[in-house]
């Protein structure tokens, strides 16, 4: 199944209180299918999303890593 297959197969028990319909797209393609806004502002606003939830994810990892120590492999090794 699509990701657009997989939110209208749980349209009907679809509700932002549960974990599983706060999915990055998953409230963006309910809103399509509700005829809130087209498939494209609806993937649209998915990919923007997913970008704004990978930049928590680094300042996350960055902000944690600051006293973490360097390590270099010697060069020629993978």
């Known amino acids: 199944l699509g990701a657009l297959d997989e939110a209208r197969a749980n349209l009907d028990r679809y509700d932002t ?3 599983s319909c706060k999915a990055i797209g998953a409230p963006e393609l309910v ?3 509700r005829g809130e806004r087209t498939l ?3 993937k649209d606003a998915a990919t923007i999303a997913t970008r704004q939830f990978a930049k928590r ?3 996350w990892f960055r902000a944690r890593m600051k006293r973490w ?3 270099s492999l010697p ?3 993978n």
């Open 69 to 71: 120590t360097r390590v």
């Open 57 to 59: 994810q680094r300042t």
């Open 40 to 42: 494209s502002a609806a």
């Open 17 to 19: 209180n549960l974990s």
């Open 31 to 33: 809103s399509h299918l």
């Open 75 to 77: 060069s020629g090794r």
